[in-house]
């Protein structure tokens, strides 16, 4: 997915315009979805390479340069259309143009959502809103892109075919990818902000368009996630860790504490993207293994760090003691192998699980050795060192996530292979991107020890003037931030992350797997969500 820019208007001229013709607008689909039939382009294709492939097919089809644009949105159509043809009606949305109205005969009212038709039959909105009731498609009269991506996100849709006109549906290219929201756009013949006019068949072609298609359907991540917060409520969790002493308790009660549960949805999304067989007999309690997991890991690092606070509340070993929290910590590690050894799976899945869940342990606690000496101010770090760090320690944790769902569900090794890459990518960019997100929010407690990028930066800024990194710089935060703002490191720090993530998405797109593959955009998209310049 790639974020570029517009369409060069020296080609068109400045003028975003559809043809008038059915007939050239209809020979330019069919050319566009042979176009990407032979290429084989899977979704999201970023903006550049759509716009490359759009003039060359305006110059084979001996059309004017001038629907260039025009080309790039019905590419970037049939690009999608598979997934779009496989979403269930129900659970995508018509999205139509305020200006298909009649204003002069409209008896509809305005809110801030939109336009609430009032079925006057004065314009052709009311007739395609019928259509779409009838066959259960969510719908919104409005302008641009916003309230529909919003949308796929709260999880209430999975797909959008959305009617606009050129310069808005250009605009939306860059939201629309970086949350790939598969969606199919239907240009207005002509821009205008009043009394526009559409291709009413081409639309109502779209809108009944449906085969099954358990291969594209798309994985509504918003959704997974809502259904895995049920998973962790006190009656459930009460299951399997039923609080009969305080180390059960104290377990309990940090499983329950409601974190992000990122890695309990990379889980899930993994198993259910590659499963023939999905049940939720095996979906809850891998991510509860995952959990059990990571809580167990925060548990030790806020010791290790001396940290007092986690989730706005008092850390394990400040509300309990080291010797307590210590304890649960470890119980939540042994809870999780053993759910792992309870799993309704064959011995040589299990195997492969207990294997690759005990070696990213390992290389966990590697990192974590270094990452204490750091902080402690024991050694030195330069950006390569610290990304090594970043790896080891949320690109395992992220590993194990991915991987466990991925094992058992079924993904062969070259797919295990590129999600072993992408999560180590994911991992470098996660802490970067906190380290940035943490410098600009400035907190009162704060310590140098708290950007630890910044702070290998700053390292390396020193050992290239050949000098050293002054000695109490970790407990001088205000002259720690003169020297990063002095040397303009947190561009530096900016282009790291840039350069992950791509990196990530590169990976993303050698899998095969197309429901994960855009699952984990989607996710990518809301955690890095101005960091999306992939090509």
């Known amino acids: 997915m790639a974020l570029a820019p517009m369409v060069n208007m020296?080609?068109?001229?400045?003028?975003?315009?559809?043809?008038?013709?059915?007939?050239?607008?209809?020979?330019?689909?069919?050319?566009?979805?042979?176009?990407?039939?032979?290429?084989?382009?899977?979704?999201?294709?970023?903006?550049?390479?759509?716009?490359?492939?759009?003039?060359?097919?305006?110059?084979?089809?001996?059309i004017s340069e001038k629907f260039i644009p025009f080309a790039m949105v019905l590419l970037g159509n049939e690009s999608w259309r598979k997934t779009v043809k496989a979403t269930p009606m129900n659970r995508r949305l018509l999205l139509l143009p305020q200006c298909l109205n009649d204003k002069e005969k409209c008896e509809g009212l305005f809110d801030e959502l939109g336009l609430n038709c009032a079925g006057?039959?004065?314009?052709?909105?009311?007739?395609?809103?019928?259509?779409?009731?009838?066959?259960?498609?969510?719908?919104?009269?409005?302008?641009?892109?916003?309230?529909?991506?919003?949308?796929?996100?709260?999880?209430?849709?999975?797909?959008?075919?959305?009617?606009?006109?050129?310069?808005v549906l250009q605009r939306s290219f860059e939201p629309v990818s970086n949350a790939a929201v598969p969606v199919?756009?239907?240009?207005?013949?002509?821009?205008?902000?009043?009394?526009?006019r559409a291709d009413i068949k081409w639309i109502l072609d779209e809108m009944r368009s449906y085969q099954p298609d358990e291969d594209h359907q798309p994985i509504s991540v918003s959704l997974l996630k809502n259904q895995i917060e049920g998973f962790f409520?006190?009656?459930?969790?009460?299951?399997?860790?039923?609080?009969?002493?305080?180390?059960?308790?104290?377990?309990?009660?940090?499983?329950?504490?409601?974190?992000?549960?990122?890695?309990?949805?990379?889980?899930?999304?993994?198993?259910?993207?590659?499963?023939?067989?999905?049940?939720?007999?095996?979906?809850?309690?891998?991510t509860l293994i995952i959990e059990c997991f990571h809580?167990?890991?925060?548990?030790?690092?806020?010791?290790?760090?001396?940290?007092?606070?986690?989730?706005?509340?008092?850390?394990?070993?400040?509300?309990?003691?080291?010797?307590?929290?210590?304890n649960a910590g470890d119980f939540l590690i042994g809870k999780g192998y053993e759910l792992l050894s309870d799993l309704d799976i064959s011995n040589e899945i299990l195997k492969n699980c207990l294997r690759?869940?005990?070696?990213?342990?390992?290389?966990?606690?590697?990192?974590?050795?270094?990452?204490?000496?750091?902080?402690?101010?024991?050694?030195?770090?330069l950006p390569d060192e610290m990304i090594g760090v970043f790896k080891n320690k949320t690109?395992?944790?992220?590993?194990?996530?991915?991987?466990?769902?991925?094992?058992?569900?079924?993904?062969?090794?070259?797919?295990?292979?590129?999600?072993?890459?992408?999560?180590?990518?994911?991992?470098?960019a996660y802490q970067i991107r906190d380290d940035l997100n943490e410098y600009t929010e400035q907190h009162s407690a704060e310590k140098t020890g708290d950007y630890p990028f910044l702070l290998a930066l700053l390292n390396k800024h020193f050992a290239n003037q050949e000098k050293e990194t002054p000695t109490n710089l970790f407990e001088q935060v205000a002259e720690f931030r003169k020297l990063i703002d002095e040397t303009d490191l947190l561009e530096v720090a900016k282009e790291y992350l840039q350069q992950y993530v791509d990196y990530c998405y590169a990976e993303l797109d050698k899998l095969e797997n197309s429901k994960l593959r855009l699952s984990l955009y989607g996710v990518m998209g809301k955690i890095f969500k101005s960091e999306t310049t992939n090509e």
């Open 395 to 428: 690109g395992e944790a992220i590993k194990v996530a991915l991987l466990l769902g991925a094992i058992v569900g079924g993904a062969n090794k070259q797919e295990q292979e590129i999600l072993e890459q992408f999560a180590d990518f994911m991992g470098i």
């Open 10 to 62: 020296e080609k068109t001229n400045g003028i975003l315009k559809v043809p008038e013709q059915s007939f050239v607008r209809n020979k330019m689909r069919k050319a566009a979805a042979n176009m990407i039939e032979k290429l084989e382009l899977r979704p999201p294709v970023n903006i550049l390479k759509l716009e490359e492939l759009a003039a060359d097919l305006v110059r084979e089809q001996e």
């Open 295 to 326: 809580k167990a890991s925060l548990i030790h690092d806020d010791i290790e760090d001396n940290a007092n606070q986690r989730y706005n509340t008092l850390t394990a070993h400040e509300k309990y003691g080291v010797p307590q929290a210590i």
């Open 120 to 167: 006057c039959k004065a314009c052709p909105i009311d007739d395609l809103l019928i259509e779409a009731e009838s066959k259960g498609y969510a719908n919104l009269v409005a302008e641009g892109t916003t309230v529909a991506v919003g949308l796929v996100e709260e999880g209430s849709i999975d797909a959008v075919i959305g009617v606009s006109c050129m310069p």
């Open 356 to 381: 690759f869940i005990a070696r990213s342990h390992i290389q966990l606690t590697r990192g974590q050795g270094v990452d204490i000496l750091f902080n402690d101010g024991k050694i030195q770090l």
């Open 184 to 196: 199919i756009g239907i240009p207005l013949l002509f821009d205008g902000c009043e009394e526009t």
């Open 233 to 286: 409520t006190k009656e459930n969790i009460e299951k399997y860790i039923p609080g009969r002493d305080k180390t059960e308790q104290i377990a309990q009660e940090y499983i329950l504490i409601d974190g992000q549960r990122i890695r309990p949805l990379l889980a899930a999304l993994a198993y259910l993207a590659y499963s023939t067989s999905k049940t939720d007999e095996l979906l809850k309690p891998l």
